[in-house]
């Protein structure tokens, strides 16, 4: 009898599955686990705090707690299975402590399959075409789900077959390059709201699209909905046409229609005027912003030099109020699935875990690509201490902490020093407030990453190139900005704030 | 300005989603919605007990608490579409009393659409092909899933093109009819066991299929899995082929491919021979049974000739232990969703409360169809109250209650006036022993429908006929059989137990 | 080794804590434990259905699901224990089926002691006192704690001594019998509305008691709350003095107080005039309406013969709308925890279940004591079935369904004959109204018990001394009374309606 | 009408019940509730991270959510009340986000008034004073409950007049001093195990106190329990006698009999020779250990020389495992009340926040205390930017960190260079380690505040004298320890680890 122990089943199982890299955090009885998964070839990485553990069950795609031993590899087999079928999602197992010493005869079930993948309906396909054709001012809009379900070459194909104007999505970006030629991110608003045909693929019309609804959206907008989850279709929006299947499968289908027509939406239609009109003038306004050196510097400068000196293959993970906001609209993804936007899931504090995460898959990789994690100084405050993770695993991620004293918005050491005249600060400071010029980068420092203070353009980019030119550290970037810079005047203040 | 109160504004968005039934418990303030549903052309029906409102909320797809009168509309139409889009399911709107009375300006939802539909992908479908050529011993299983899906046309002509063999499941039941020259329903035991390959058809391989495991099932059984749900591919068995879609479609699918190839199973194959010879070995077994007319009766004879009386088109509810699994081998389906088998729910009490809907629906649409109720007898009293309600609304539905004294097994009267000499009968009872020879057909008459008791095959037989022929009131007929009848010996006593 | 299974362990478990009697349903693997149980003394009760299942873990005091087989009888003695220590409470142990047949050697935690006793401190005692001396128009309120604490002959002896009025909660009617010269129950919504100083015995402020609130209290009133549960001190209303301890120990400390100083309310203080002349001028008005005896009858005179005919020992268990509500009014209970006021828990349906649960006590300990169940028609309807089981155990239990055909009101069959000729009764019967005329005494007859339709004051009479004078079986008296029937006119329509 | 805004009137309800803090995370809405508290006079912390949101509601002895604006005021006294009155507990008030900005009257509820004090009955306060004078080996261990009943003084006169041991659980030290001559925590295991009476004052025979079984205690052993929750009595051991009350009312109680019958314990007993020279020994093992000074350090010298230092009423916060375990018995309390000992709750991370709620109030307050935090490295990393909140708002804590390199044990930097030789360090490291060495002294100076790194006696004792001299700002002093120092070896290796 071939027997191993509870944790050595659960490391085999996750192993048989194809998980290469267990995140966690140190306690008993988990430091068998940890050992076990070493054993068993899986990359273990001890994270200094996790947050939300009954969140996870709560909000999990499918939660389970194995009756015996004996279930462990059929349950995480389900466990994994079910994180990638249909609309993936995150699952939780949890494994009674006293199973983990336990003893019991080694078992395995093999690894799950890929997906299913399913097609539209040929009518519903034929139907979203003439609705297509028939738009004066249609619109392509990229989701989260076009990139897990890897649409991209065949959505390049679609969207330079058809000419149409496309927009991302913030998990959609880089399915195409933000640089493309059809990309009107910059004219998001006017695109939102003007077009008459929205083709919509694996994006929701959640908050972050303004669920679809005037005045952010035209009233009579038909939206064309791709996605893999029928209960998706209609939420919000009312589809003219809803095509149910993988997101590849059926942009396949819509190509081959396109393809066989020879349809083409003209590139000289007044909307292509009107919208590359509107991205002339918010790269004039963004540009004046971004050419400000004064110091402090603003959000749109600092940017601007990033996103000069990022390489086109780096994964940007970003978390923030107006960083990320400002971020995403500022620094460009070239490729799919390399960007981590924290925002999406409403919680603070998860943007260094996600970039300790990808570190430690590309560096196991040798695959070459940098690990940019773009933070606000509030959201950096969540979970601050894993820079210790990143020094002790020499994980070369570069943190960029843009740093304003505080939430939103915070206020000079001046005033600081100020308001402590006036009374005790818990009576008197405002409650957005950080400590002004917070040392950050001592932070990675203390741990024998490379700490940098940056408060001018100069320092901003000599201080990345460094960052990115060292493989063997992380480094942190403390870029100290005018603590009252703002994002430029939008059309619309109404939910513009994303993290809300 | 329209204004109306939250009971019109609910009743309102209900119809406005083609809800035509309503079914409930009277109480403050639900007596106000029921009434302006009555208002909005929606019918009533007050039921007796509603068993585990907590339990809906804990078990539906989609639950949620509108948060303001004006959300309403939207949130009974997500109720309405979640439940009927992708796998379909109960869906839980709770709201606040106090809203039922508030005013709100009138507003509406339109109708959501019906379910988008999706194919499987061709390469899938052309491996499944393949697999199912090269089967020696094939066998199609058609689920609830086929029945949801409206497959009965399509499957028909698969399986009537194909020449396989095919084994309903209990709510699968009727989408080919039972006595269909291909069903081999008499031989499932061996079908099951000895199949290699299993072409399943929105069926799920839980408990009622023993898992698709051995010694069940052949352990190199290989599952084409024709679903509509990513997420329930691969649970318990890992298909050789999982075919992700809408099942009409991918039926349709596979249609044509064996059309184009003009591919048949052989007639002759010695699997038919095996499966028919079984078939009729099983028939005699069955029919010995069925031909005994001692008093007390055994369930075979019972059902034998409830089964020759009972119109082809009839909607068949079964609830009960014994009954509900020997009613349905004995009871043939001749049309798709014609039967609730209300054993699938793993609830009892639920019988008679789906047979008021039913009966509901064909009343007000003149359908001609009967409703019948066959129950056992514990069954029956988990809201045997709801007899009322169907002579209160004059509902033609016909009970039959296989009355065997108890759960399982019960005693005849001279044990049980035994038994009360012996000591209290709280202390010397067997717990599965209900009271002898109850008069569940008294509880009938008291309400004003017909009560006939019946303990020989001719009683039984013109009590059916009487009530078959009566479509102004409910009967219940109270069939005493023998309170040790059982199921006739099966093959694998490991869960034949259905309900438990 | 002295192995038993876990059926076994969990019978003898029970035992051990004296629990004497089992009520269940049976299923697999249910069974088991209730042979078990009967086979450790444990009398066992099979009943027809059991509501909320779920509801009972959510609410519980305590809930546990034993990991092993060796915790359940540790787990069993905590459940008990908790129900009974500080705030008595439902308990819930939910044992995995797969533990009822496997063996365990067999173990035993002794029975658990009697809750331990708290008093309250003499300071807070001497400031009641002089509060209770200070009052003008003060009121004493005996609820469920009282009735719990057996605080019957300490709080007789202190209202005797006192000279203080007192009401009673529905739970905490008996502790004091009603006929008392001190009790102004036929006086409440005066005494309620007029006390400056209540001194209030375990019972809570909440709906029944119109959270102590104006209009329905006065507004300067002064509350002296005895409870054994500091965390109830306050709720609703804030107290001018707290007295946290045992309700009887407590009394008793109020009581030395009172016996040493010799104080005494005066009996002819102006409030005790107020009360007395309100007293009898609700008299007036009640008998008034029961001595009504055209048929249909009213409720009033309904109660009115009951209660001349009900032995002084018997229980009351009720439930409904206006039957309980009136029931409670007229009905004089004379005894301590003699009465199951179903509507405190505020679900229908559990009547019959207490009902049966006190026969069947009464019954195996022979102590000459009548159970009186009564229901209004709606009530009934919840869990009319369970009749069977009180024919099943010849249980002598005395049903009274008060039939007003409707839950509120109801209407005579000749309007529900004319509502019939006007279209589908799903569209146009009122959601209040049942089956005019229900014979739910025909229900009782089916079963072996004893039926009685009654429609006057001599059928009501002779039916219920007949019924009372039956020990061998039950009787269900079906009350028809007239459908528009109601409660007299209320001082305060407001929260009058308890069963909401 | 006098109106505020929803913000506002949860501010003036708090500042109602005498809440004069607010700790909390910035985002909106919170904003303006922050604002709100400090124009209401509340001082507000922001802090950085907040640990486990959802899980505070289910482990809340009271959750509400105000259904409206108006509840507000009362939802908040009941949640104050209820986290005081009774075995004392967090409460949840969850308000919706709409609430926030809306209008509403200003309205106002009272403070609660300070929870109602109840005693045990007299007859068992006897009983208790004979089974203690029956003993011949007692000892009293003083809990948590009797800091929280403010029993520090009744003990003391209780524990002196009777001449007993005692023993305190970590979140009971202080209330008498760990240098009281009849403290015994030296020699806890003797105490625990051969004690034959046990008086317990609100204390839980939890983990922490081996459930009160063999072999760490005596099978024979009599407990006589305090406690004011009944619930509590009888958990886990059976008490022989147990006295429901308030600790200070019934240690008072016990106090009069112990005073009336001049009984006292004899010091010449055999029991006390054997703690006695029991502790002697302990304290000569202790010392042996206290005394190397070999570089790296050992926990026992480094306790020794920070508790020689630490002032006598300073507040001691601790978390960890080894740190928290040996730390619990070399620093000494002298006050109830100026411990916290973040073990009990089982959650790592919650120390630095402790640590600056209780340097807030002193430092509002003015009282000269100080407050130390002494932290194992693991448990620092779950909150370590909080010490930028201590920076911000100028608290003075004394952060101490003891530096294993690891969880339980790590290894030193040599060794971590080899490991890095030999593979990815996420395959090759123990789970267990964090990087060697690392600087947390230098986070604490990242945010200004002192930070000092200490590996000898001699620096250890300038730093924290130099730490504590200073009010204006906090330090962190950085002791690194030998990575596989550990606890001195235990009599029971069973459960001595206390956060497991």
Known sequence: MDEVTGAQLIAESLKAQKVDYMFGIVGVPIIEVAMA????GIRYVGMRNEQAVEACRLYSKFSARPSSLEAIPSVIEKAVRTSIYGRPGACY????????NAKVERSKVSCCPPPPVSLADQGSVTEAISVLKAAKTPLVIIGKGAAYGRAEAVLRELIEMSGLPFLPTPMGKGVLPDDHANCV??????ALLQADVILLFGARLNWMLHFGLSPRFNPNVKIIQVDLCAEEMGNN??????LLGDISAVATQLLLCVRRDGWKYPSNAEWWSTLKSKIAANAKISKALALQ?????????????????LPHDCI?????????DIGRTMLNNYLPRHRLDAGTFGTMGVGLGFAIAAAAVEASQNTGRRVVCVEGDSAFGFSGMEVETMCRYSLP???????????YSGVDSETWKAMKQMGELTSVAPPVSLLPDARYDEVMKAFGGRGLLVRTVEELRSALQ???????????INVLIDPSSDRKQQEFPWLTRSNL
């Open 316 to 324: 940007i993970v970003s978390e923030g109020a107006n960083t990320m």
């Open 185 to 190: 991110a910059a004219a998001r608003s006017r």
């Open 37 to 40: 998964a070493q054993a068993a």
């Open 397 to 407: 991620v570069v943190v960029i902490v843009v740093n304003n004293n505080g939430i």
């Open 93 to 100: 197992v949890d494994i009674a402590g006293d199973m983990v």
């Open 293 to 309: 050196s004064t110091v402090p510097l603003n959000y749109y400068t600092v940017f601007h030099h990033i996103s000069q000196l």
């Open 237 to 242: 929006m009312r589809p003219a046409v809803a």
């Open 466 to 476: 460094l960052s990115l030119s060292d493989w063997e550290r992380p480094s942190l």
